[in-house]
């Protein structure tokens, strides 16, 4: 199938989606009529513009209430064609998209429509060209593919061929099966798009809330699949609006898109057991085992009360890095690098963001696999200059230009600490404050870059998403997200907010970017380890009274129990029979890291009914002197 993207997906002007759209390996491209209309240039001259970045274009679109109109309107309308076909043949396309009529003037009738299309073809066939018919979900007498292929196939005209959209089929939650019934020479274009599962009209649905496939909730594959089966080989193109795409960056977006159709197809090869003609089989989604590590990249300003801060946590510096100033420091199955070189990768991180989490280890079945699926989904690879005898581990560029680094148990690269650090044997040997595990990773980013590495994670690695949660800052509603396997051996929250006042925003500012704000680490016994931490003088956020007055009537918890978390600064939630709980410490770096430490008994969860508790205490701690902290 020949993969496409019609420039209305895109922000920018023409001239600027067009860039995009090669740049991200596009051969294919639907010109919107507004995007040429807009172009300072003749058609003709656009056509140089494409055809100079190596690219096609497969249809102008779209071609609005023309069939079913009554005279005069009728009349208009096909003088209107002919001036679109004029556009076409400079413009070097042969195919006219109509979609179905929404007048209120426009009359039905299937073989007053089929009519229309028939003379409509005839004049297309007459200048070499062809029309596609397209069912819009909110059609004022044609809203369903059926009917439209039906108005096809009566037309019965070789230049005249239907459109199949994705968006406007399964909105509706219209039957699949007919699809396959439909002869694939009479599919003219195929348009992809997917679709949080809103209770809306379906207009203000499709124009504002469309998105690429996988990062969505409307069931795409089953779509394909259906597509598949007729056997149809022709331009299968993303059409996509939605106000995120329009306000980020036109080359991100091109590249997500593309991303996510190379997905979509390796998702439907794996359903249907046939590959896509012409497309080779990707490696399957990675499975991950589990954390491997994670980097932190710091000066020498601010290493030493870092590290006194995992002391007081209990991690025990375990390893120094052969030939680097990197240390491993460790408790439980936690391992976490801290990486004060004065050049390479980390250092320019810290350069531009400060403390921070530089990178993140997986541990997955294979590791060179992982990075060849990565690559095939246009994932950028990164590499540097290792030392001779070092492990070079495998990595891509993550959220905010971090990266994420593949290990594996089956190669050299589950030796990579035998191999690149010097054990530290002389260390005082200490039991640690209980920690055991990584819990879940959180990441928060601009708004905008939520559905790009939703769509990273779910078609890199074998994982599951959640639905979108709201939930509620002091200074606005931050968009949360969840990305998990099915054991809970990775767990990722991706946290956006439209508004500038919310902590995930503020952490933003703070970082110069997107990253990780916080990480959750497990615990078998809290009451242990928060009586560890306060013994070591670790700085925990301070819960407010209000909320174990609350908790005391919400959940029937004895006095002696809401007593034991009211002293301890535990949140706790409760999820059927499953329990939750959690402290917080303080920020730990300058650009407002922090830990959190979580028991689960049986929760699946989060703990979301407490996050506008905490966030509203971290508020509160950062509020300037001047200002009460109410």
């Not at 050299?412 to 209980?434: C, I, M, T, Y």
Request: hydrophobic residues 45%; proline residues 4%.
């Amino acid at each position: 199938m020949q993969t496409a993207i019609a420039t209305v997906s895109l922000s920018g002007t023409l001239g600027e989606k067009l860039e995009a759209i090669a740049a991200a390996q596009f051969k294919f491209v639907e010109i919107f009529e507004n995007d040429l209309l807009s172009f300072n240039g003749s058609p003709a001259e656009a056509r140089a513009v494409i055809e100079g970045l190596g690219l096609a274009t497969i249809t102008l679109q779209p071609f609005r209430d023309f069939e079913g109109m009554p005279e005069p309107q009728r009349t208009r309308g096909f003088a209107r064609a002919e001036r679109k076909f004029d556009m076409m043949a400079e413009l070097g396309t042969d195919l006219l998209m109509v979609c179905s009529n929404v007048s209120p003037e426009s009359e039905g009738g299937i073989d007053r429509l089929a009519a229309d299309l028939r003379e409509l073809g005839e004049r297309a066939a007459r200048r070499g060209m062809r029309i596609a018919y397209e069912a819009l979900a909110w059609g004022r007498h044609v809203n369903d593919y059926r009917d439209a292929w039906e108005v096809v196939r009566r037309a019965d005209h070789p230049a005249v061929g239907l459109v199949l959209d994705s968006f406007h089929v399964l909105a509706r939650g219209t039957d699949l099966r007919a699809i396959r019934s439909i002869p694939k020479d009479r599919i003219f274009l195929v348009q992809i798009a997917d679709a949080p599962r809103l209770d809306m009209d379906y207009l203000s649905w499709s124009r504002h809330y469309r998105c690429f496939p996988g990062q969505g909730d409307l069931p795409v594959n089953d779509f394909m699949v259906a597509l598949q089966a007729t056997g149809y080989e022709g331009p299968l193109s993303l059409e996509i609006f939605n106000d995120r795409f329009r306000a980020g960056s036109a080359r991100s977006v091109a590249v997500d898109g593309h991303r996510s159709l190379i997905f979509m197809l390796d998702e439907m090869a794996a359903t249907s057991g046939k590959p896509a003609t012409g497309r080779p089989a990707l490696p399957p989604r990675a499975p991950v085992e589990g954390v491997e590590f994670v980097e932190f990249a710091v000066d020498d300003t601010h290493a030493a009360s870092f590290e006194a801060a995992l002391t007081g946590l209990g991690f025990q510096k375990s390893g120094v890095h052969r030939s680097k100033a990197v240390e491993r420091w460790t408790q439980g199955g936690v391992n976490l690098i801290v990486n004060r070189e004065k050049e390479g990768f980390a250092h320019s991180f810290n350069i531009t963001h400060g403390g921070s989490v530089c990178a993140l280890a997986l541990r997955v079945g294979d590791a060179a696999k992982t990075l060849a699926r990565a690559v095939s989904l246009l994932d950028q690879p990164f590499h540097q200059r290792v030392a001779p005898g070092e492990i070079d581990i495998p990595a891509v560029r993550g959220v905010g230009g971090s990266l994420i680094y593949f290990v594996d148990g089956s190669s050299a690269l589950a030796r990579w600490f035998d191999v690149d650090f010097k054990a530290v044997p002389s260390a005082p040997q200490h039991e640690g404050q209980g920690i055991s595990r990584f819990d879940h990773i959180s990441q928060s980013m601009q708004y905008e870059e939520m559905l790009t590495w939703l769509l990273f994670y779910n078609s890199l690695f074998d994982v599951a998403k959640s639905h979108v949660q709201d939930v509620l800052d002091p200074g606005g509603v931050v968009q949360s997200q969840v990305v998990e396997t099915a054991n809970g051996a990775l767990r990722l929250v991706l946290n956006g907010s439209q508004s500038r006042q919310t902590l995930a925003s503020r952490f933003l500012t703070e970082l110069f970017g997107s990253g990780v704000q916080h990480i959750a680490l497990g615990t078998d016994d809290i009451f242990a380890t928060a009586a560890a931490l306060r013994k070591n003088g670790v700085p925990v956020l301070a819960i407010p009274e209000n909320y174990y007055d609350d908790l005391e009537a919400r959940t029937g918890l004895s006095d002696a129990e809401i007593a034991r978390l009211r002293d301890n600064n535990i949140l706790y939630d409760r999820e059927g029979a499953g329990e939750f709980f959690q402290i917080y410490t303080q920020n730990l770096l300058e650009g407002g890291f922090f830990f959190e430490i979580v028991q689960r008994r049986a929760y699946r969860g989060f703990g979301a009914a407490n996050a506008p508790i905490r966030l509203a205490a971290q508020t509160r701690l950062a509020a300037p002197a001047s200002v009460p902290r109410f």
